[in-house]
C-alpha cells in the first residue's frame, strides 16, 4: 500500500484499482443503473437509515479492527453474510456472492468509499467499525462532517438502498405505495402534508384524491401534532403491496373524507399534463417532468413532438417535484429545447471525480455531450430527437427540485440560454453517483460533482429564483391561473414578478418539538445518476 501525496494510506495495491471508460461501465453494470431515482427519503422498502452505534457507553475499541485497515475493495467485494444464490433475474448471470462475515463486508464499504468517495480525505478517523453493528449503519457514519455556506452539512445525500427493490424503482419506475406524491410543507409539529399530485390509475385517483387535500390522520394518529412519527411513515410509505391504512384527509373545500388505501404497485408516469397554451404574445407550451427514470425517455420525446407540431414559442417545464434521477436523460430534455444551436461539442455537464481519479477517465470521457439522439432506455436508439430550438426557457421549481434537474438549469446556462426559475430554491446537489451492489445492498455516496460548460457548478445552497412565488395547492398542475405557472406567463411579456402573493399555501409556523416525517419521495428517486447506456455512447 502506498501513500498518497496528502499522506494518507492509498486505498488499492498496484494493479487492483479500476481504471478507465471500461471500469466505470462495469462499475455502473454491476449496479444495474439503466435508469434513474436532494435530500430526503421516501422511506419506501430497503431504505436504510442511521441507527447509531451499536456499542455500551463504557465500550473502548481495541487498536484496529477489520474494516478500519483499508485495502483494496476488491478483496472484499461479494464477501456476503448472507449471499444470494441463483441468477441476477436483471443480468442473467450468476450472483457472484460468497460466503463472508459481516467484518468483511465493512472492510469492502470503508475501502469503496476510500477509492470513490468525492471527499474520501475528510472523512474523521474516530468513524470505528467495531462501533456500528452493521456495514450499512458503518457507511452511513463514514461521509464528510464539512458544512456549506449556509452551514447546511455538505453531504446531506448518502444513503443505501435493498438492491433488487431499487433495481425494480429505477428501471421500471415502480414502487410500492397509493399512487399519490406527499409534499411535507412542515416536517415537524405542527406538521403540514399535502397531496402534490396522483398517478393516473392507481388507489389514490380510485378513491378521487387530488392535488391540495391535506392529510390529517393515519391510523386514526394524528399528523400535525403527534410526537412520534413511526406509525406516520408506516402508512404514508408502505414497505410492500398489500398493506391497508386509513387515512382522514381534508379536502379543497374543507371537508373531511375517510379513506381506506391498500398499497400496489405503482408505476410513476414521469411525464404529465403536457399541453399548449394559447397567450396574447404566442403559444406557450408546458409539461410536468416529476422523475428522470428510464421509461422518461419515451414519452420526453412525445412531449416534444407534440408541442412543436402544436407550434409552441415558449416552454415552461415544471420540475418542482422532480428529484433527479439519469444525467442522460435530463441532457436530452435540454437538447430537446434548444436543438442545433447548442454549440458544436458543447458540454452539457462534466464530472470532477476525487483527486485519486478512481476510475482513470480522461478528460474527454468526464464529459457529458448534450445528447442529440434517444439512447434505448424507453425508446429505440440512435433516432434524432425532436428540437424546439429554444433560447429562452422556464422552469417551475422548489425545495424538491434536486440533482439531474438541477443540471437541467446549469447546463442550459452554460451555453447562453436564457433559464428563468419560478418557484422557490431548489434542494442544493450539484453532486451524484455510480450506484453499487455488494450483498444485495445498494450503496449511494457521493462520487462526483458537475459543472456546466462555463466551469460553473456550485450551488450547494440551491439554485435561487428569478421570482419567488410560493407553492400553490388549490389548483391542478397545468392550470394557467396556478400561481407558479401564472408567475411564469406573466413574466415572459413584463419582465417583472409578481409584487404580491396571495394565500401563501406554504406553513409559516415554527416548528415545535417532535420527530421529523420523512420527504415525500424515495430516496432513489432524489439523485443525480450515470448509467451504462450514457458511457457506451460517449
Not at 473502548?60 to 433475474?89: F, H, M, Y
Not at 470505528?128 to 455538505?154: C, D, H, N
Not at 399535502?194 to 391540495?212: K, N
Not at 405557472?485 to 399555501?505: D, H, I, Q
Amino acid at each position: 500500500m502506498g501513500i498518497g501525496s496528502d499522506g494518507r494510506q492509498d486505498s488499492g495495491r498496484q494493479g487492483t484499482a479500476p481504471s478507465g471508460r471500461t471500469a466505470l461501465m462495469a462499475a455502473a453494470a454491476l449496479a444495474a443503473v439503466l435508469a434513474a431515482g436532494c435530500g430526503g427519503g421516501g422511506g419506501s422498502a430497503g431504505t436504510t437509515f442511521p441507527a447509531g452505534a451499536a456499542r455500551s457507553p463504557d465500550f473502548e475499541a481495541p487498536a484496529a479492527e477489520p474494516g478500519d485497515t483499508i485495502e483494496a475493495s476488491s478483496l472484499w467485494q461479494d464477501r456476503c453474510v448472507a449471499p444470494r444464490s441463483g441468477a441476477d433475474p436483471y443480468t442473467g448471470r450468476p450472483f457472484a456472492d460468497q460466503s463472508g462475515t459481516v467484518g468483511e463486508e465493512k472492510s469492502w464499504v470503508r475501502a469503496w468509499l476510500d477509492e470513490t468517495y468525492l471527499w474520501y480525505d475528510e472523512i474523521p478517523a474516530s468513524v470505528r467499525s467495531i462501533l456500528y453493528a452493521t456495514p450499512q449503519i458503518f457507511f452511513e457514519a463514514l461521509r464528510t462532517p464539512e458544512v456549506t455556506r449556509s452551514g447546511k452539512p455538505k453531504d446531506r445525500f448518502h444513503f443505501t438502498y435493498d438492491t433488487a427493490t431499487w433495481r425494480a424503482l429505477s428501471q421500471t419506475g415502480v414502487e410500492a405505495g397509493y399512487g399519490f406524491e406527499a409534499s411535507i410543507l412542515q416536517a415537524q409539529p405542527p406538521r403540514d402534508v399535502r397531496v402534490a399530485y396522483t398517478e393516473p390509475g392507481t388507489p389514490a385517483a380510485a378513491a378521487g384524491i387530488v392535488r391540495g387535500w391535506r392529510v390529517m390522520e393515519i391510523d386514526g394518529v394524528n399528523v400535525v401534532d403527534t410526537l412520534s412519527v413511526d406509525a406516520l411513515n408506516a402508512g404514508l410509505f408502505p414497505s410492500g403491496t398489500g398493506q391497508t391504512h386509513r387515512f382522514k384527509l381534508q379536502a379543497l373545500d374543507g371537508s373531511l373524507r375517510d379513506v381506506a388505501l391498500v398499497s400496489a404497485a405503482i408505476t410513476h408516469s414521469p411525464v404529465q399534463n403536457v399541453r399548449t397554451i394559447d397567450t396574447p404574445t404566442g403559444k406557450v407550451g408546458y409539461l410536468l417532468f416529476n422523475d428522470h427514470l428510464a421509461m422518461a425517455e419515451a414519452p420526453l420525446i412525445a412531449a416534444m413532438e407534440q408541442l412543436k407540431g402544436e407550434g409552441a414559442q415558449d416552454l415552461v417545464i415544471d420540475i418542482r417535484y422532480n428529484g433527479g434521477g439519469l444525467l442522460a436523460i435530463a441532457s436530452q430534455l435540454a437538447y430537446m429545447v434548444t436543438g442545433s444551436s447548442v454549440p458544436a461539442g458543447a458540454t452539457f455537464e462534466r464530472l470532477q471525480f476525487n483527486r485519486k481519479n478512481p476510475f482513470g477517465l480522461s478528460e474527454a470521457e468526464t464529459s457529458t455531450p448534450f445528447y442529440g439522439r434517444s439512447m434505448g432506455f424507453s425508446e429505440p436508439s440512435g433516432r434524432a430527437l425532436p428540437q424546439l430550438g429554444l433560447s429562452r426557457v422556464t422552469v417551475l421549481t422548489g425545495p424538491g427540485t434536486c440533482s439531474a434537474s438541477e443540471s437541467i438549469i446549469n447546463g442550459l446556462r452554460g451555453v447562453d440560454v436564457q433559464v428563468t426559475v419560478v418557484g422557490d430554491t431548489t434542494c442544493g446537489k450539484p453532486y451524484g453517483y455510480l450506484p453499487t451492489d455488494n450483498c444485495g445492498t445498494t450503496y449511494f455516496a457521493v462520487q462526483f460533482s458537475g459543472v456546466n460548460q462555463k466551469g460553473a457548478g456550485d450551488y450547494a445552497d440551491g439554485i435561487a429564483p428569478t421570482c419567488t412565488v410560493p407553492d400553490d395547492f388549490s389548483r391542478a398542475l397545468g392550470d394557467p391561473a396556478e400561481r407558479r405557472l401564472a408567475a411564469a406567463l406573466s413574466y415572459r411579456t413584463t419582465g417583472a414578478c409578481p409584487a404580491t402573493v396571495m394565500a401563501v399555501e406554504k406553513s409559516a409556523l415554527v416548528a415545535g418539538p417532535g420527530d421529523p416525517l420523512l420527504s415525500g419521495k424515495a430516496l432513489p428517486r432524489t439523485v443525480r445518476l450515470l448509467d451504462a447506456g450514457a458511457l457506451q455512447l460517449r
